[in-house]
């Protein structure tokens, strides 16, 4: 880039002398070079590495940084376009952070800007990603910039924007790479610019429009609306009174209808299990409303009530957060209410329902109609959007359709106005993998007042995931609209009360997404609703009221459960001094149960009264989450590498006491760092239980972790099943404000999610064949709050209402190709990372076949595997006529029903060069 950047500068500055054609070869440099109007290059010395040091041997301007107890270099190499790159190299890595390079005193930016740092770099041998960052030398936890990324073998352009509260001046700057394992990495062509902030995700496409909440009326239905703090919607539609058009939305809370979310860990009540009631569900849109930052916009809105002194909550929240709420009493009739306030940033959206804070008497209906958003502070008439809209409505849950099913949702185009509309309407279909194909289009002449319907036939036949992306234009006017949709295996219908392999830590809160991930393949919750303090509160007295609650609602999902007895005592058992007050952070308990019981023996006897009570239920019993001795704050006195044996010892005598089937999970030997011998553990457990948030860790890094588990079982005295009860990949293409800077998601831009789920089913695959049984997932087990999710992301599956992320097909297609009764039969390696893992299942064999280097196939060899009758499959679940002959970083399936087509597989993979491996 650089080279070619030096050549069109040298043009430009010729030529520009001409004041005609001088601007516009400026501009024409900038695109060149891949920078917009209106950025600003920030100095960044010898970016292409093309100048070297006095030595020849690495880039001038760049220095080595050291890793804190190991041993590597900074070298130059060959540029991903010839010239030069950066190479650190790392060979030995003992403990700490490990290396990198950068440049000191020369990068400096401004505060309240924002910027983009830009880059290509290719990787082998890591175990983990690589970090970009811009630190401050005076205070190293004040990063300006600090993102991980993760280079495969090749080379990839990887684009982070972020913003700068502070600004850092160049002689307290340090620009580097670096990366924590063994291995090397290479880096070229590196830029940094000022730009333009990041351009907010679920924004309606209606700038300009008076009112700004499509289908206020509800003409179309509930389309583009949900119910705020609720996973889905709640109220229907009436067709029997309105205040505009047809059509009103009915809020009616009754007692037995109201939605009831279950929770094995309430924060609130110190996490305690629950099951409550949700009163507060107000309707919102789907999406925020473009409005301008520190000028008022109005709110109105139709209601009535089904008695007079309904009270009615509206808020107008804005992106930052901040809500401005008014009150209002709705009477047996229609009335007309509005309110004013000033959003602080450029973006915000609406809620409105009963106020549950006033303690109206159940029950009591609301209903709701023509709702209205517009710039301003003073309401104006109701007016629709646009004169015509559409919606696009799949009628199923989730927009979730099983294989076989016709994809047909139902296309609604509504006339609001008094003459007759011409308008075109298209819905252009977008694959799991960004392909984007129009797949219908009409145009209509729609009479006044007049509501057109159809399904609409999109030509989806093949599993996977999709955006269905919606359009209108006419006289004039456009808008567009984004559905996400999946079409998925039907794993519960054919495995309706399995013991498949995947699984998740804490159930989801609600019936809707419990269904979703069962659907899904999740067959398995581990769950935390037994902890001492809760069923024993008072020595001797057994409450499992809860308990019961909790158990029998994941059973009535078909679901089995892992018990986490998450605590080593309770308030009345524990030695902590009782003046001992606070939390343990992020289980949100007191710290006086993470102390000694003062007898084992009642210890014991809380383990035998649990398994006793859920005999035949629960199987699988858990010591402790991550039993770390700090949570019991200072002076703790738990010293588990010590004492973890004894509560392994009690807990065991106590499950195998009440029934010899069932088993025993060990927290991972991580934990027990200090212990001077782990073979105590290790002969108390039948199963091991880790706990990885491996980001996108390539494959050979994931292998070699889970052969050392493997040989640090055999080193204490013997192999062990593993279960992985709790794991996490998470991303989001479109995040909200809440989650667009989470540190646990993954920002690759619009591929964040395809990238997220191909490493999730990797990781899986991977899992499966490294002798770990389970896998379960960590979730949010907490509502999904629609246009303000939880700020960490932790929903990898859904967007609100179930409708599907990528991962979700990813999971899906590997649950039901490798169902219950799979079992890994061997593991091949190749050139390029070639990895391919063989699986027999009840019926033929699967392998997993990626390379994350990429590489040919043989067309000879190609040819036999077509023809062998082995079929073929996608990450994302979609049936392949023929296998592609680019073997790419994305997994492939290759099923067989016959030993000539096992052959075949077999004689494929060896026409790449591949091996099998030892047994881990």
């Given at each position: 880039?650089?080279?070619?950047?030096?050549?069109?500068?040298?043009?430009?500055?010729?030529?520009?002398?001409?004041?005609?054609?001088?601007?516009?070869?400026?501009?024409?440099?900038?695109?060149?070079?891949?920078?917009?109007?209106?950025?600003?290059?920030?100095?960044?010395?010898?970016?292409?590495?093309?100048?070297?040091?006095?030595?020849?041997?690495?880039?001038?301007?760049?220095?080595?940084?050291?890793?804190?107890?190991?041993?590597?270099?900074?070298?130059?190499?060959?540029?991903?376009?010839?010239?030069?790159?950066?190479?650190?190299?790392?060979?030995?890595?003992?403990?700490?952070?490990?290396?990198?390079?950068?440049?000191?005193?020369?990068?400096?930016?401004?505060?309240?800007?924002?910027?983009?740092?830009?880059?290509?770099?290719?990787?082998?041998?890591?175990?983990?990603?690589?970090?970009?960052?811009?630190?401050?030398?005076?205070?190293?936890?004040?990063?300006?910039?600090?993102?991980?990324?993760?280079?495969?073998?090749?080379?990839?352009?990887?684009?982070?924007?972020?913003?700068?509260?502070?600004?850092?001046?160049?002689?307290?700057?340090?620009?580097?790479?670096?990366?924590?394992?063994?291995?090397?990495?290479?880096?070229?062509?590196?830029?940094?610019?000022?730009?333009?902030?990041?351009?907010?995700?679920?924004?309606?496409?209606?700038?300009?429009?008076?009112?700004?909440?499509?289908?206020?009326?509800?003409?179309?239905?509930?389309?583009?609306?949900?119910?705020?703090?609720?996973?889905?919607?709640?109220?229907?539609?009436?067709?029997?009174?309105?205040?505009?058009?047809?059509?009103?939305?009915?809020?009616?809370?009754?007692?037995?209808?109201?939605?009831?979310?279950?929770?094995?860990?309430?924060?609130?009540?110190?996490?305690?299990?629950?099951?409550?009631?949700?009163?507060?569900?107000?309707?919102?849109?789907?999406?925020?409303?473009?409005?301008?930052?520190?000028?008022?916009?109005?709110?109105?809105?139709?209601?009535?009530?089904?008695?007079?002194?309904?009270?009615?909550?509206?808020?107008?929240?804005?992106?930052?957060?901040?809500?401005?709420?008014?009150?209002?009493?709705?009477?047996?009739?229609?009335?007309?209410?509005?309110?004013?306030?000033?959003?602080?940033?450029?973006?915000?959206?609406?809620?409105?329902?009963?106020?549950?804070?006033?303690?109206?008497?159940?029950?009591?209906?609301?209903?709701?109609?023509?709702?209205?958003?517009?710039?301003?502070?003073?309401?104006?008439?109701?007016?629709?959007?646009?004169?015509?809209?559409?919606?696009?409505?799949?009628?199923?849950?989730?927009?979730?359709?099983?294989?076989?099913?016709?994809?047909?949702?139902?296309?609604?185009?509504?006339?609001?106005?008094?003459?007759?509309?011409?308008?075109?309407?298209?819905?252009?279909?977008?694959?799991?993998?960004?392909?984007?194909?129009?797949?219908?289009?009409?145009?209509?002449?729609?009479?006044?007042?007049?509501?057109?319907?159809?399904?609409?036939?999109?030509?989806?036949?093949?599993?996977?995931?999709?955006?269905?992306?919606?359009?209108?234009?006419?006289?004039?006017?456009?808008?567009?609209?984004?559905?996400?949709?999946?079409?998925?295996?039907?794993?519960?219908?054919?495995?309706?009360?399995?013991?498949?392999?995947?699984?998740?830590?804490?159930?989801?809160?609600?019936?809707?997404?419990?269904?979703?991930?069962?659907?899904?393949?999740?067959?398995?919750?581990?769950?935390?609703?037994?902890?001492?303090?809760?069923?024993?509160?008072?020595?001797?007295?057994?409450?499992?009221?809860?308990?019961?609650?909790?158990?029998?609602?994941?059973?009535?999902?078909?679901?089995?459960?892992?018990?986490?007895?998450?605590?080593?005592?309770?308030?009345?058992?524990?030695?902590?001094?009782?003046?001992?007050?606070?939390?343990?952070?992020?289980?949100?308990?007191?710290?006086?149960?993470?102390?000694?019981?003062?007898?084992?023996?009642?210890?014991?006897?809380?383990?035998?009264?649990?398994?006793?009570?859920?005999?035949?239920?629960?199987?699988?019993?858990?010591?402790?989450?991550?039993?770390?001795?700090?949570?019991?704050?200072?002076?703790?006195?738990?010293?588990?590498?010590?004492?973890?044996?004894?509560?392994?010892?009690?807990?065991?005598?106590?499950?195998?006491?009440?029934?010899?089937?069932?088993?025993?999970?060990?927290?991972?030997?991580?934990?027990?760092?200090?212990?001077p011998d782990l073979s105590p553990i290790v002969a108390r457990i039948d199963l091991l239980s880790e706990h990885r948030y491996p980001r996108l860790a390539p494959t050979a890094g994931?292998?070699?972790?889970?052969?050392?588990?493997?040989?640090?079982?055999?080193?204490?005295?013997?192999?062990?099943?593993?279960?992985?009860?709790?794991?996490?990949?998470?991303?989001?293409?479109?995040?909200?404000?809440?989650?667009?800077?989470?540190?646990?998601?993954?920002?690759?831009?619009?591929?964040?999610?395809?990238?997220?789920?191909?490493?999730?089913?990797?990781?899986?695959?991977?899992?499966?064949?490294?002798?770990?049984?389970?896998?379960?997932?960590?979730?949010?087990?907490?509502?999904?709050?629609?246009?303000?999710?939880?700020?960490?992301?932790?929903?990898?599956?859904?967007?609100?209402?179930?409708?599907?992320?990528?991962?979700?097909?990813?999971?899906?297609?590997?649950?039901?190709?490798?169902?219950?009764?799979?079992?890994?039969?061997?593991?091949?390696?190749?050139?390029?990372?070639?990895?391919?893992?063989?699986?027999?299942?009840?019926?033929?064999?699967?392998?997993?076949?990626?390379?994350?280097?990429?590489?040919?196939?043989?067309?000879?060899?190609?040819?036999?595997?077509?023809?062998?009758?082995?079929?073929?499959?996608?990450?994302?679940?979609?049936?392949?006529?023929?296998?592609?002959?680019?073997?790419?970083?994305?997994?492939?399936?290759?099923?067989?029903?016959?030993?000539?087509?096992?052959?075949?597989?077999?004689?494929?993979?060896?026409?790449?060069?591949?091996?099998?491996?030892?047994?881990?």
């Amino acid at each position: 880039m650089s080279r070619r950047l030096l050549e069109v500068l040298l043009m430009c500055r010729r030529e520009s002398t001409n004041a005609r054609s001088g601007p516009a070869l400026v501009a024409l440099c900038l695109l060149a070079c891949g920078l917009a109007v209106g950025e600003v290059w920030v100095t960044i010395r010898n970016a292409d590495f093309e100048a070297l040091d006095a030595a020849g041997k690495s880039p001038a301007s760049w220095q080595y940084i050291d890793p804190m107890d190991g041993e590597g270099a900074l070298t130059a190499d060959d540029g991903r376009q010839g010239g030069h790159c950066a190479q650190v190299t790392c060979t030995r890595l003992t403990a700490g952070w490990g290396p990198g390079f950068g440049q000191s005193g020369v990068v400096s930016v401004e505060g309240d800007r924002w910027y983009e740092v830009r880059f290509w770099a290719r990787a082998e041998g890591l175990t983990g990603g690589a970090v970009v960052a811009l630190r401050d030398t005076t205070h190293w936890d004040a990063n300006r910039l600090w993102r991980t990324f993760f280079p495969g073998v090749r080379w990839r352009e990887y684009r982070f924007r972020f913003p700068v509260t502070q600004p850092l001046p160049a002689a307290v700057s340090r620009f580097q790479f670096s990366f924590d394992s063994t291995g090397s990495l290479w880096v070229d062509d590196v830029s940094l610019v000022e730009t333009v902030p990041e351009p907010d995700a679920n924004v309606l496409d209606v700038a300009g429009r008076k009112n700004l909440l499509p289908n206020g009326s509800f003409e179309m239905g509930a389309f583009g609306w949900a119910t705020y703090g609720a996973d889905e919607l709640f109220g229907d539609l009436d067709t029997t009174t309105a205040a505009d058009g047809k059509h009103s939305f009915r809020l009616a809370l009754e007692p037995a209808k109201l939605p009831v979310y279950y929770n094995d860990f309430t924060y609130a009540l110190r996490s305690r299990a629950s099951h409550d009631p949700v009163m507060k569900l107000p309707v919102c849109p789907i999406g925020y409303c473009p409005v301008e930052k520190g000028k008022p916009v109005c709110f109105s809105f139709a209601a009535r009530g089904s008695r007079p002194g309904v009270p009615i909550v509206a808020n107008v929240t804005d992106g930052s957060g901040k809500a401005t709420a008014h009150t209002f009493v709705a009477g047996a009739e229609w009335a007309r209410f509005s309110f004013a306030a000033t959003p602080q940033s450029s973006i915000a959206f609406v809620t409105l329902g009963t106020d549950a804070d006033a303690k109206p008497d159940l029950p009591v209906t609301l209903w709701v109609d023509a709702l209205q958003l517009e710039l301003g502070d003073t309401p104006t008439d109701y007016e629709p959007t646009f004169p015509v809209e559409c919606a696009l409505d799949t009628g199923h849950e989730g927009n979730t359709y099983l294989l076989g099913e016709a994809v047909t949702p139902e296309l609604t185009v509504c006339n609001h106005s008094g003459t007759k509309q011409q308008i075109t309407v298209a819905v252009e279909v977008e694959d799991f993998f960004g392909k984007r194909e129009k797949r219908l289009e009409r145009r209509l002449s729609v009479s006044p007042n007049t509501t057109l319907r159809e399904a609409a036939s999109l030509g989806v036949t093949e599993p996977g995931f999709y955006r269905f992306h919606l359009s209108a234009k006419g006289d004039g006017r456009q808008t567009s609209r984004t559905i996400r949709a999946a079409l998925i295996y039907p794993f519960a219908k054919e495995y309706p009360n399995a013991d498949g392999f995947l699984g998740v830590n804490h159930a989801f809160v609600s019936d809707l997404y419990m269904r979703r991930a069962k659907a899904m393949g999740v067959t398995w919750v581990r769950s935390w609703f037994c902890k001492w303090e809760d069923v024993e509160h008072q020595q001797g007295t057994f409450d499992f009221s809860e308990a019961d609650t909790q158990c029998r609602w994941i059973r009535q999902h078909g679901m089995n459960v892992e018990l986490c007895l998450s605590d080593p005592a309770s308030e009345w058992a524990s030695t902590a001094p009782s003046t001992l007050s606070g939390s343990t952070g992020n289980e949100a308990q007191s710290p006086r149960v993470w102390w000694q019981p003062e007898r084992f023996g009642d210890y014991e006897h809380y383990v035998r009264e649990v398994a006793s009570h859920f005999k035949g239920r629960v199987h699988h019993y858990e010591v402790f989450n991550e039993p770390v001795n700090g949570k019991g704050g200072d002076g703790g006195n738990l010293d588990l590498a010590h004492t973890y044996p004894t509560f392994l010892q009690h807990a065991g005598k106590a499950i195998r006491s009440v029934s010899p089937e069932n088993k025993l999970l060990g927290a991972g030997l991580g934990y027990f760092a200090d212990a001077p011998d782990l073979s105590p553990i290790v002969a108390r457990i039948d199963l091991l239980s880790e706990h990885r948030y491996p980001r996108l860790a390539p494959t050979a890094g994931m292998l070699s972790d889970f052969r050392r588990i493997h040989e640090r079982l055999r080193a204490a005295g013997g192999d062990r099943p593993l279960w992985m009860t709790e794991y996490g990949v998470y991303a989001d293409d479109d995040p909200d404000p809440t989650t667009a800077d989470s540190r646990f998601l993954e920002h690759c831009g619009a591929d964040s999610e395809k990238l997220a789920a191909t490493y999730v089913a990797k990781h899986h695959v991977i899992a499966l064949a490294s002798g770990f049984e389970k896998v379960f997932f960590h979730i949010g087990n907490w509502p999904f709050v629609v246009n303000r999710e939880h700020g960490c992301g932790f929903h990898a599956f859904f967007e609100w209402g179930g409708v599907p992320r990528k991962t979700y097909v990813a999971l899906n297609t590997l649950a039901y190709l490798l169902p219950p009764g799979t079992r890994h039969v061997r593991t091949w390696t190749g050139p390029s990372q070639l990895f391919a893992f063989e699986f027999e299942r009840p019926r033929g064999h699967v392998t997993a076949l990626w390379a994350e280097g990429g590489l040919t196939a043989p067309a000879a060899g190609l040819r036999a595997l077509n023809a062998s009758g082995a079929t073929f499959a996608n990450v994302a679940g979609g049936r392949l006529t023929e296998l592609p002959p680019e073997v790419e970083d994305s997994p492939l399936y290759l099923s067989t029903a016959t030993d000539a087509q096992r052959q075949a597989v077999e004689a494929f993979l060896r026409t790449l060069n591949a091996e099998e491996a030892p047994a881990q």
